[in-house]
């Protein structure tokens, strides 16, 4: 994830891009999407295994203009239906100041694009089926995603591109989008949902000093309660969204990736713990040199940290190593035991066989001190205990 981001430097111009669509190519994420923001119920129980991201199938048809949207084909289960259906996500993204009126247009696009190849990929599993009464093509839900702090101005339904539209109103295709707007919810409502994709929507709302301010103002322990039990990729993805809004702070690269990583590490409520927010907005060396100092503290906890857990580690070998020596004596100490309990049953089977076949003492410490080298004391005692 460091590597990654280090490459991409003050690149900030495209570093929100490319995090919106890493966030919606997620299954997890992209389903907590679907289900927070969408009020279709057949969403509500959507599990990120129902997910197939087919957005690159598409974008070679339709070239680079549509690099940043995602295109989803879902699996709807219908528990009261044996079949399944299959439902086509157009996921756009606007994280403009200006709103982009021709939205409709591209997802027109789309939509022509995704039923045109399911149409050819029907046609090859079964010849002349799109030709059929019964033959359907799948729906196709589109949803624009908003982090504008501005209202979404744009034409809710596709006639409205169309100049004198209700003159031609019977020969014209209409549908209308679902829009998803950052700014319609607030970071209460967002965060009492407690999954990661409200949290990175809290982060793609912030466009100022204030609203920064506003959302470390939360309680750290409910921040990192969501991040608990997220996987590692998941939280590398919200760690580039801290990135980018470091970059877009302009804060130098290795203060902002110091900041992702405390992220990725699990500690995101505490991130900007400490910060001095009374600094004014204009003074933006000094609140660099500010985040600089603070980072310095950061990266001195965490170096103390990975020290402290590098000594538990040696302690925790070294007991280990500790524990496998006692177990290793002791093994030895049964080992010896059992041999000599061996010997001593073995000596005692020699005696009693010479006293079965009528043998004399004499010739049982003989063989004794013969197979055993036992001294004539030590043979002699063995044959008074055992004749």
């Known amino acids: 994830m460091k590597e990654n981001r280090m490459a991409q430097g003050h690149a900030a111009g495209n570093t929100r891009?490319?995090?919106?669509?890493?966030?919606?190519?997620?299954?997890?994420?992209?389903?907590?999407?679907l289900r927070d923001n969408v009020n279709i119920p057949v969403l509500k129980n959507i599990h990120p295994e129902d997910i197939e991201d087919v957005t690159e199938r598409y974008q070679t048809y339709l070239g680079v203009e549509f690099q940043s949207d995602t295109v989803k084909k879902i699996r709807i289960r219908d528990d009261g239906k044996e079949r399944e259906e299959t439902l086509y996500l157009i996921s756009l993204i606007e994280h403009k100041s200006?709103?982009?009126?021709?939205?409709?247009?591209?997802?027109?696009?789309?939509?022509?694009c995704i039923w045109d190849v399911?149409?050819?990929?029907?046609?090859?599993?079964?010849?002349?089926?799109?030709?059929?009464?019964?033959?359907?093509?799948?729906?196709?839900?589109?949803?624009?995603?908003?982090e504008g702090a501005g209202s979404w101005t744009a034409d809710m339904h596709f006639r409205d591109r169309i100049y004198t539209a209700d003159t031609y109103d019977d020969y014209l295709p209409d549908f209308t989008y679902k829009v998803v707007r950052n700014y319609d919810y607030t970071n209460e409502e967002l965060l009492a949902r407690g999954d990661e994709i409200s949290l990175i929507m809290m982060l793609n709302k912030i466009q100022n000093a204030e609203e920064f301010r506003e959302l470390c103002e939360f309680p750290p322990d409910e921040m990192n309660q969501i991040l608990e039990n997220t996987s590692p990729s998941i939280r590398g993805t919200i760690g580039d969204v801290v990135y980018s809004l470091m970059m877009k702070m302009r804060i130098p690269v290795e203060e902002a990736n110091q900041y992702a990583e405390m992220v990725e590490e699990g500690r995101m409520g505490y991130l900007f713990e400490n910060f001095d927010f009374?600094?004014?907005?204009?003074?933006h060396e000094a609140w660099i040199k500010h985040i600089k100092e603070r980072a310095k503290v950061l990266r001195a906890e965490k170096e103390a940290r990975i020290a402290e857990e590098k000594a538990e580690a040696a302690k925790q070998k070294a007991e280990e190593a500790e524990q496998k020596a006692e177990e290793a004596e002791q093994k030895a100490?049964?080992?010896?035991?059992?041999?000599?309990?061996?010997?001593?049953?073995?000596?005692?089977s020699i005696i009693s066989l010479s006293k079965r076949l009528k043998g004399t003492k004499e010739g049982a410490m003989s063989e004794l001190m013969e197979g055993y080298g036992l001294s004539a004391p030590e043979a002699e005692k063995y044959v008074e205990h055992y004749w």
């Open 333 to 348: 100490e049964e080992a010896e035991q059992k041999a000599e309990e061996a010997e001593q049953k073995a000596i005692k």
């Open 98 to 112: 200006d709103v982009d009126y021709n939205v409709a247009m591209q997802i027109l696009k789309y939509m022509i």
């Open 17 to 33: 891009d490319v995090n919106s669509k890493k966030v919606f190519r997620d299954p997890i994420l992209c389903s907590q999407f």
């Open 278 to 283: 009374n600094m004014p907005e204009d003074e």
């Open 118 to 146: 399911y149409g050819k990929e029907q046609e090859r599993n079964k010849p002349g089926v799109t030709k059929r009464k019964y033959f359907k093509y799948p729906p196709i839900l589109p949803v624009v995603y908003y």
